[in-house]
Structures are given as C-alpha cells and as structure tokens.
C-alpha cells in the first residue's frame, strides 16, 4: 500500500518543481487545487429491470490555458482522488504539448466487463445527463479513458447533441471517423511514445535491435507501443494483462500475442519457449515479476501506483517510459533516481493522445479533416520538440526528467494563471 494517496503524490511532484522557479504564492496557491470538482449518480435500468445506481465524478483542474479536457474512466476502482490526481496529470500534460486546453478527467465506479451493450449505452447516457451544464467545447471536453472507447464516445456525442439540440463534435473526442472523429486517434498514445522512444534511441545512441523491452498492460496503448516497437527490432520480451503475463528472452512475436488475446482472452495464453537464462519460471509471469525484469526499456502501460516503495528497488530496467498515468509513485521515483534510471514521465510519455485529440477539436471545429499522415506528421513534430525541450532544461538545471518537465509544464500554465489574476 503506497504511502501517499495518488493525488498527494501528484501534489508532491509540483512541489519539487516550484522549489526550482520563481512562481508567486498566488499562482502556486491556485495551481494546487482543482477549479471543480462534480460528484454525482446515474441510475442505470440494468436488464433484469432493476435499477442500479452508479457513483460518476468530473474534476476540472485548471481551465487557465483553454477548456479543460480528459479521459472518462470506467472502472471498480475509480475513486474521487484518482479522477483528481488524473485531471492534475492532465492540466501539466496540455501544457507539455502546449496544447491551448486545461486539465480535466472523469470516472464511474464500475465493472464495465459485467454490463450488456445496452446497460453500457444507458450508463454512458446517463454519465452526459449528469455533467451536461458544466462540459461543452468551449467548456470540458471528454474523451476515452480506460475501459471507455469510441463507441462509448458515440453514446456520449448523440447525447449531448440530444440534448442541445445540435450538432456539436467538437462536444467529444476519440468518437468514430462516421461521426468527426479523427484519422490517428487510435493509436496515438502509443504513436507519442514511440516517437519518443526514438528520440531516446538516437539522443542515448543505442541500437534498437539489442534493445529489450517488457510492456505491462496490453491494452490500446500498450499492443499499439508493441507492435511499434517490434516493427523497429526491438526485442519485446514481456507481455502482460490484468490476468498476468509472459516472458521470452529471445522476444515475443507481438502479433501473435494480439492473435492470442484476442482469441483466450488473456496474454498469459501465449506459448512461450523456457528461457536458458531464466528458466521455467520466465514462461508465465506475473505483473510483479515482469516490472522487475533485466530489460532496457520497462513500459508501464496499465494503472497507476504499480512501482512503488516496495518493488522500486528491485527495478533493474535502464530507461522507464510512463505509457500510463502515474504508474510510478513520489517515493519509488526518488529511488529509481538514485538508481540512475532515466524514466521519461507519463506527462509527455503518453500525450500522443491528448495532442491526437486536441487535433480532433481542432479538426471538428473547421469542418475540415485531415490524412493520417498529416496527423502523424504534426504529432511527430510537437514530440520531438518537447523531447529536445525536455533535455535542454533537464540539463540546465541538473534536475531529473521529471522535475524538468514539470518546470516546463508550470511555467506554461502559471503563465496563463498570471496573465488573468493580475490583470
Ligand atoms: P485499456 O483499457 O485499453 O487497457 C488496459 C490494459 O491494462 C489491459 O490489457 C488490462 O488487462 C491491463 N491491466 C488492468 N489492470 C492491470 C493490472 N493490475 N496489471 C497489469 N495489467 C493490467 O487502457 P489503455 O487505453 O491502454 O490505457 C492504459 C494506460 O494508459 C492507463 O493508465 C491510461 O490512463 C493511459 N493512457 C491511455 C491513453 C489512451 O489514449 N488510450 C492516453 C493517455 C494515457
């Protein structure tokens, strides 16, 4: 059990990067609670007749630079604290990609996997019903989070659309390209992280093909990361999901993990060959083992919180790449630091995404759409730059990759912050 809860955590990142700059106690005051945050319940008509109540949450950061926006979760395990620590997490990760938005996130309290389609819709439904007033495109604009995806964005769009009674895309993002969704948004977390992980390749010199890599949580972002990276020839050598995972030291055909998941419904199906090194046991893993695997790259790609004070130690991985929200917590940080492990944080890691659905917006707005290509290229454009930023300020001030970038990231939204309070 970490120490600190996952929002505390987040909060104790900001106050390493304040200590580095010069930020008023106003801006500081304001950046260290969120603007609002809505709690409320959706009472779903389940299809055995009955109704069944749903605790849902909205928390909008900070709206200092634009709209705020962010994913809405659905997941047993949502609580208040994480909805806010996520849209903390998102308010900094706008402005890593120097996004005009704000930072906002949403969840429901829910096993998603135990709902009918339908029961899904009406809850998705409901969730737009609930926070209608304070969301909108010039207000709070959603999109998919973990088990949410574009068919719960559709749900979500028609409602809103319903309700105003109008047309308003730019209300969502992550829908389907049918209803202004936008070409790249599916694989753009991982599309992010790989361009990133390039980066690192060239900037540390290392060649991908002796590079090994174990992925937790193979989901959106981790299969996408996978088959990126392998297409590169880099090793993939763990895999895992909820159920658990597998290890093959000479690598592992991705597409064929998909093939697997897709059919067994579990990673952990893969057939893998005992590994000489690390015997029978590297055939099936479980999440723990796989975090402490001798690999290069290590890609948190599941929940928050997974290295912490207890297995941080054992981490043997060179580089962390934070696919994930906050998977890495304040305490394990300081000792992976120590460590010497470069980790590049979730802020810029995996704002492929958000920077996809910004392009969405954007997009939406116009009334004009455009190639993959050209979303890629954009996308491609903005990482690189904020990678280069990253080392250049890293490097000036001798502070850690997080630390670094979150002194990028404050002095963007303190900026906004000043600019309106004043006056
Ligand atoms: P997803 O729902 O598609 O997949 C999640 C994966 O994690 C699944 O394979 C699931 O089995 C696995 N998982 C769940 N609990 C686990 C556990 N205890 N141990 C190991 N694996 C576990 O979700 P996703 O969209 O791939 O998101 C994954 C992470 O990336 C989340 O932290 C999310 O906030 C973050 N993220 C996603 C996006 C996006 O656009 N998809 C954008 C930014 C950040």
């Not at 120490?3 to 005051?29: H, R």
């Not at 993002?173 to 753009?188: A, F, N, V």
């Not at 174990?214 to 989901?219: H, S």
């Amino acid at each position: 059990m970490p120490k600190f809860s996952f929002y505390e955590n987040s909060q104790k990142v900001l106050d390493q990067a304040f200590k580095q700059l010069n930020i008023s106690e106003d801006v500081v005051n304001v950046l260290t609670a969120p603007e609002r945050v809505i709690e409320f319940s959706i009472p779903v008509r389940m299809d055995n007749g009955k109704i069944q109540v749903f605790t849902a949450y909205r928390s909008q950061y900070n709206s200092a630079r634009g709209p705020t926006k962010g994913g809405i979760r659905y997941h047993p395990s949502v609580t208040l604290d994480e909805v806010k620590a996520l849209s903390f997490l998102m308010t900094f990760k706008c402005a890593v990609a120097n996004l005009p938005l704000g930072g906002g996130k949403g969840g429901v309290i829910v096993d998603s996997k135990k709902l009918s389609k339908g029961e899904k819709e009406r809850l998705s439904r409901g969730y737009v019903r609930g926070i209608f007033d304070f969301v909108g495109p010039t207000k709070d604009i959603p999109a998919p989070d973990m088990y949410t995806d574009s068919q719960t964005m559709a749900w979500m769009s028609d409602e809103y659309n319903t309700i105003a009674r109008g047309q308003h895309p730019g209300f969502i993002t992550g829908k389907p390209l049918s209803i202004g969704g936008s070409e790249g948004r599916d694989d753009s977390t991982a599309k992010g992280a790989y361009y990133i992980i390039m980066d690192m390749l060239r900037e540390f010199k290392l060649d991908a093909t002796k590079q090994k890599v174990a992925i937790q949580g193979f989901g959106n972002a981790g299969i996408n990361l996978a088959k990126m990276l392998m297409k590169e020839g880099m090793l993939i050598v763990a895999l895992s999901d909820s159920k658990g995972g597998v290890c093959d030291m000479k690598g592992i055909d991705v597409e064929h993990a998909i093939k697997t998941k897709q059919e067994k419904g579990r990673i952990a199906e893969v057939h893998v060959e005992p590994d000489k090194k690390y015997g029978k046991s590297c055939k099936h893993i479980t999440n723990e083992q796989l975090l402490e695997l001798e690999v290069d790259f290590l890609v948190p790609a599941a929940l928050e919180n997974q290295i912490n004070e207890s297995n941080a130690k054992k981490i043997k991985a060179k580089y962390i790449v934070e696919l994930a929200n906050g998977p890495v917590t304040y305490d394990a940080d300081q000792i992976l630091e120590k460590k010497g492990i470069q980790l590049i944080p979730d802020v810029l890691a995996n704002a492929g995404g958000v920077t996809v659905s910004y392009f969405e917006w954007v997009q939406n707005r116009y009334g004009q759409y455009w190639t993959r290509e050209e979303v890629y290229s954009k996308l491609k454009e903005i990482m690189n730059k904020e990678f280069k930023n990253l080392l250049k300020v890293a490097k000036k001030h001798k502070v850690s990759f997080r630390t670094a970038i979150y002194m990028i990231a404050i002095e963007r939204v303190a900026e906004a912050v000043r600019a309106k309070i004043t006056g």
